[in-house]
Structures are given as structure tokens and as C-alpha cells.
């Protein structure tokens, strides 16, 4: 039992030697960077770990340290047993005109492959990045180009690192045959560039690409932005802007007019209605108002209220004009012409009947109109008229006669 546990105790002892010995450190260590973003990959060949899972630690220190010869190097560690194959090193602020060391060593089951290495120096290696943002804007017939430097991680400018850095502009009109294209090339340390001798109301397109000759660095050129020039304004444009400017106006006074005319409408109808309300809706309030009928309200006074009421028509007046130009004879030597010019008979019985008298017997009171002689001969029963009196009741009932002066030449009837 013992000795079976010896020779197995053994066979471990070796199997983990094997293992320790087979395991590969990472290789093809590559830095990725932009400006001052560093970050660190490797590769790792994962048949040499088999089924076993396997982590990563990262470390770096300056190389100058390396160099001392009192003590060893304290390595820095940006990442430790991480299962991914890369490491930022961005948040450690490495210094840009430093070098450094980097190292990255497998760790499979306890068992630690050796150490892969790397050198690298930010201002050296490091790539730099295009310009962070580029305006156009035109002025007159030119261009001016607004150039943001590119940033570092900490959002600072990148020519504290490199102050010989500049921009190398690449501009070209803009045309729909590419084969005719022409490009043109300025490079400027400045910020804001202007593009001279450029054609008016043409459209330009601009791309940037910052450079630096010291280690003959050059970043990628920025996406074309494109703008049209100005000029001089044609007389044709500044009169389309004022037939524009003044139909606009004419549409704003014609809003105004039409807004005013509806809110005064509205108000009106409003406040001062074409349908009036009875007078006693008006005032429902005012008992002072004498004019402005009421219902009886039942009371004992029931004599006041009444079954049904009949309105009548005011009887038509009926007028006889007599031309001016026949004089009337003189009346009788039996009438008298009383207080008030007209005649009337001796033996008249005064308030209770009147009638029409003629001067003699063959003569008619209205010469001229023969027909209206016979009409009251034929009432009265006789043939010409004489001095007899004509009763009322004798004639349609309703009809009232009244002589008026000789001199005035009217008889009024009313019917």
C-alpha cells in the first residue's frame, strides 16, 4: 500500500515537471495605441495548456532602472491572472519621452510560463491621430479652416508632447467627374488656415492629417468636409430676396387684417347678438320697468283674467274730393249756416241725425258727377233731391257722411 502510494506520489512529481517544461511563454507581444492610449496584446498557444485554463500577469518599469546594479527593479503590475489577451496600460500615465520595459507571463494550474518581453517608448512608437474636429467657414471668395489639435488621454493638446507638429491640408474642388479631380495640398502649424484664390460660389472639399518629421510620423487624413465659397451677391439674387422679403410682409399685414376683422366678429356676436331676447327676458330683475309685460299671477281678483280676446282692425277712412272749379250753389233760404260754417236745417233735430241737402229740386248737390246724384236719389227713395233729411239708419250701416264747407269744395266720408 505504501509503495503504491510512493509510485504514484512519483508519477505526479514528473507529470508536473513535464507540464512546467512544456509550457510556452506569450509571444508576438504588440503594442495598439493612439496618441497617448496604450494598450498591450500577445498571442498564447493554447495547446500547450491543454484543458487547463490559463491567466495572464502584466508588468513594466523604465528601462533605466534595469540598468542599475544595487538593487533589482520593482516591477509595476498593470494586470495580474486577467484570462484576456491584452492589458491597458493607459490609466498608468507612462511618461512619453521615456522608455520602458513590458512583460506578460502565463500561468497554467500553478505552473508559470517564462516572461515574454517588450520595449517601448511613447514618443517613438506611439501613433499619432488626426485632427479632433475640422470646420469650414467661407470668407468671400476663400476658405477658413478651424483645425482641433488632437487630444491625449487626458484631453490636453497633443503639441505639449510634440510642439513640431503640424497639419498637412489636402483640398480639392468639388466636381461629379472624379477623373477631372484636382487636388491641392497646404500644410500649416497654425490652427485656423485660409485657402487663397479659390473661385467664387464654388463648393470646396477639405480633408487634414496631422505630421510630425521627427520620427516621421503621420496620422490618417479626417472625412472630407465640404463648403461653398462666396462672393460678390449678383443683382438678380438681391432683388429674388426682396420680392420674397416683401410677399412675406404682405402675408404677415394680411394675417394681422384677417385675425383683427375675425376677432372682432367673434367678440361681436358675442357680446352684442342679432337675435334680441323678449324684453322680459332682458330685464327678469327690474320691477321698476312699467313697459315690459308680465304674467298675472292667479289672485281673487278673477274678473281680470280672460277666456279668450279678440283684436279688430281700426275701420278704413273713406275720402270724396270735390274739384275746386264747381262752385257749390247757395244753400236755401230754409238753412242757416251755423257757428262753424257748415249748414245745417231749421227743424233739424241737432245731435242725432245728419244729412245731405240740395238747393232746389231739380238741381243735385255735386253737379259734375252725375252717378253719385242718382246713387243717393236711389237711397233715399226719391227721384232729384229736395230738402228732406237723410237718415243714417236708411243707409248701409257703418256709413257716416259729413258736409264740410262750400267754400272748401270736400266732402269727407268715413266708412
Not at 500644410?187 to 470646396?204: D, Q
Not at 449678383?234 to 432683388?239: A, L, S
Not at 420674397?244 to 394680411?254: A, E, N, P, R, T
Request: hydrophobic share 35%; charged share 20%.
Amino acid at each position: 500500500m505504501s509503495a503504491a502510494f510512493y509510485v504514484c506520489l512519483l508519477f505526479w512529481y514528473f507529470q508536473a515537471n513535464a507540464v512546467g517544461a512544456e509550457l510556452k511563454p506569450p509571444e508576438n507581444l504588440t503594442m495598439i495605441t493612439m496618441n497617448t492610449n496604450y494598450s498591450l496584446s500577445w498571442d498564447w498557444d493554447q495547446s500547450s495548456s491543454e484543458s487547463h485554463a490559463v491567466s495572464f500577469t502584466t508588468q513594466y518599469v523604465a528601462r533605466f532602472k534595469l540598468m542599475s546594479k544595487k538593487k533589482s527593479p520593482m516591477w509595476s503590475t498593470a494586470c495580474e491572472k486577467t484570462s484576456r489577451r491584452s492589458c491597458d496600460l493607459t490609466k498608468f500615465s507612462l511618461y512619453y519621452l521615456g522608455f520602458y520595459v513590458l512583460r506578460v507571463q502565463a500561468n497554467v494550474n500553478g505552473h508559470v510560463s517564462d516572461w515574454g518581453q517588450k520595449e517601448f517608448c511613447p514618443d517613438k512608437d506611439a501613433a499619432l491621430g488626426p485632427p479632433t474636429k475640422v470646420d469650414l467657414s467661407p470668407a468671400g471668395s476663400d476658405l477658413d479652416i478651424f483645425i482641433s489639435d488632437p487630444l491625449t488621454s487626458t484631453n490636453d493638446s497633443m503639441k505639449e508632447n510634440h510642439p513640431e507638429l503640424y497639419y498637412h491640408i489636402l483640398y480639392w474642388e468639388r466636381s461629379v467627374d472624379t477623373q477631372a479631380l484636382r487636388t491641392q495640398t497646404l500644410s500649416s502649424s497654425a490652427n485656423i488656415v485660409t485657402l487663397p484664390k479659390l473661385k467664387a460660389w464654388t463648393w470646396y472639399c477639405v480633408s487634414v492629417q496631422t505630421c510630425y518629421d521627427f520620427y516621421n510620423k503621420k496620422s490618417s487624413f479626417t472625412s472630407p468636409h465640404c463648403m461653398q465659397t462666396e462672393g460678390a451677391t449678383p443683382w438678380r439674387q438681391i432683388i429674388g430676396y426682396f420680392l420674397v422679403s416683401l410677399v412675406f410682409c404682405f402675408l404677415v399685414m394680411l394675417l394681422l387684417l384677417y385675425g383683427s376683422f375675425w376677432c372682432y366678429k367673434t367678440l361681436k356676436a358675442t357680446w352684442f347678438p342679432s337675435v334680441q331676447l323678449p324684453t322680459p327676458f332682458q330685464y327678469p330683475w327690474d320691477s321698476s320697468r312699467s313697459d315690459i309685460p308680465r304674467l298675472l299671477t292667479p289672485d281673487s281678483d278673477s274678473e281680470l283674467l280672460c277666456d279668450k280676446v279678440t283684436v279688430c282692425p281700426e275701420p278704413p277712412v273713406l275720402e270724396i274730393h270735390i274739384p275746386p272749379s264747381e262752385v257749390l250753389p247757395a244753400p236755401p233760404s230754409g238753412l242757416e249756416p251755423d257757428s262753424s260754417g257748415r249748414h245745417s236745417r231749421k227743424d233739424s233735430s241737432g245731435s242725432g241725425d245728419s244729412g245731405v241737402y240740395s238747393t232746389g229740386g231739380s238741381s243735385s248737390l255735386m253737379q259734375p258727377n252725375s252717378s253719385h246724384s242718382s246713387t243717393r236719389a236711389q237711397v233715399s227713395g226719391q227721384g232729384p233731391f229736395d230738402l228732406e233729411q237723410v237718415k243714417m239708419q236708411d243707409m248701409a250701416s257703418g256709413l257716416k257722411t259729413r258736409l264740410v264747407n262750400a267754400d272748401e269744395g270736400i266732402v269727407d266720408m268715413c266708412v
